[in-house]
């Protein structure tokens, strides 16, 4: 790896929470590894009309708690120094008039070639109006050997009908190749090893199928409520925000068949047919395999309408309707106010023959389980039987673990570093494609079409601090199963 070309990034929405506790913060990490372009810039843009150098020294104080430690003064000075500001409404064409000057004159000063990273970390209901007017402003355009890219944050779209009118307006100034869908979960080191797990090592591929896989789980719980997010999340709720999104991309890298290079496309590819196997739910199906829950208080969240029937949990069972998969269960689940932060991903290998062991004293087998861990503790593990010590037949569980901050190390990271290095050096692999966005989608629309027609029909309620509603229990106690933890 060796740093990017030069250019200059520009964050629409440069005033938010997420530019100070990420973005700028990646950007310090980048530059700490080297993988900083030497001439570069980066220009914040938003609503407030806030004097430049109040906006660095607020940057500089955000990017020091998020780094928890005094800051390199070398690397921050060469990043403040080329930190710059512009105010205005996102829907205003002057805006982008006086950016494309800024732009101009910022090329001019440092050198850069008139590479830009647009960011678009405002409201989605924004997406397409910033990208129609940086196209106006031929902010999009390429020439003379210069590249435009935007990375658009999630969600895309609220719907397939949405998501596809939304790349429509994404299209008018951009090629599929300028447009970076971003999700900050494939930013995290444990997901992109899953690639690396399966591929590389030569004792798990062949056994990663439907012949020796009983199951597959994965769960996505976190111990916080909403978090004053109500407005958006009562529009919003737990199967758009993080299952058709984050946790069916958690899906396609455990069941994809091997890519034939580690290219983008070839990647993306193999990613897209997963979606693509999973057969579609019916009515019937939505109400028996699907579970939707709704902590008890969500109503009295800020925001939140007061016959909300919005779910903060889901759970279902999906099949991959292909070779490899064929009969394999996968359980997803995923809520708020849960026991506690947790996302892994569980797969369950078949119990051995019993026979052996029928005249002894043990009366069980259990299964072998690995478990990738994405957080809050990243690492893998390997769950087996071995006798215990002593005259009597008697089995204990053992694990084998690793754990990435025992062998690695541990360095401030935001989880964005990589997606921002990937956008800079033009690496689409961790970035979703729109084909991938729109089976996405068709895999949750009729799970929402039921929902809209049956109302609070289906909808339980759980306690906070709890796995969530007695429900996704059965439904993986009707398979014989139960969730891990």
Request: with cysteine; hydrophobic share 40%; proline share 5%.
């Amino acid at each position: 790896m060796s740093s990017a070309e030069p250019c200059i990034i520009v964050v629409f929405g440069a005033s938010g929470d997420l530019t100070r506790r990420k973005l700028l913060p990646a950007i310090y990490n980048l530059s700490e590894a080297g993988l900083l372009p030497e001439t570069f810039a980066v220009v914040g843009v938003a609503r407030p009309p806030i004097v430049e150098a109040d906006f660095r020294a607020q940057m500089q104080e955000r990017v020091r708690d998020a780094e928890g430690e005094a800051l390199d003064q070398a690397l921050w000075g060469k990043i403040v120094e080329r930190l710059h500001y512009i105010n205005g409404e996102f829907d205003n064409a002057q805006l982008y008039m006086q950016l494309r000057d800024r732009l101009a004159d910022l090329d001019r000063r440092y050198g850069t070639p008139a590479n830009y990273l647009f960011y678009l970390a405002v409201p989605p209901t924004l997406f397409g109006t910033v990208a129609l007017h940086l196209a106006s402003a031929e902010l999009t355009h390429e020439q003379d050997g210069s590249w435009r890219r935007v990375i658009v944050e999630k969600p895309f779209g609220h719907d397939l009908a949405s998501a596809r009118a939304l790349n429509s307006e994404l299209s008018t100034g951009l090629g599929e190749r300028q447009i970076y869908r971003i999700d900050h979960y494939l930013g995290k080191e444990t997901v992109q090893n899953i690639l690396a797990f399966r591929f590389a090592n030569g004792i798990f591929e062949p056994i990663w199928n439907r012949r020796y896989v009983d199951h597959v789980q994965m769960t996505v719980a976190e111990e916080v409520g909403i978090e004053g997010r109500g407005a958006y999340y009562d529009q919003a709720g737990a199967l758009r925000d993080m299952v058709q999104n984050h946790m069916f991309q958690l899906l396609t890298l455990v069941a994809m068949e091997p890519p034939i290079s580690f290219r983008a496309e070839d990647v993306r590819d193999e990613k897209v047919k997963v979606l693509h196997a999973v057969p579609p739910f019916t009515q019937d199906d939505v109400r028996r395999e699907v579970v939707r829950g709704q902590y008890a208080g969500y109503k009295q969240e800020k925001s939140v309408a007061p016959d909300s029937t919005t779910e903060t949990f889901v759970a279902m069972r999906l099949l991959i309707d292909n070779w490899r998969w064929a009969g394999v269960p996968f359980y997803l689940r995923t809520g708020k106010r849960m026991t506690r932060r947790l996302t892994e991903i569980a797969v369950q290998f078949k119990r051995p023959p019993f026979m052996l062991f029928r005249d002894t004293a043990i009366d069980h087998l259990n299964p072998n389980v690995l478990i990738i861990r994405i957080q809050p503790n990243e690492g893998i593990s390997l769950a087996f039987d071995a006798k215990v010590p002593g005259p009597l037949d008697k089995l204990g569980t053992v694990t084998m673990d690793f754990s990435y901050s025992d062998y690695f190390g541990t360095e401030p990271s935001t989880g964005y570093e990589t997606l921002l290095y990937d956008a800079m050096i033009g690496d689409q692999t961790l970035f979703h494609r729109m084909d991938m966005v729109e089976a996405g989608w068709q895999v949750v629309a009729p799970v929402l079409e039921t929902w809209d027609k049956d109302g609070a029909r289906g909808l339980t309620k759980y306690d906070p601090g709890t796995q969530g509603p007695a429900e996704a229990e059965e439904l993986v106690a009707r398979d014989e199963r139960q969730w891990r933890c």
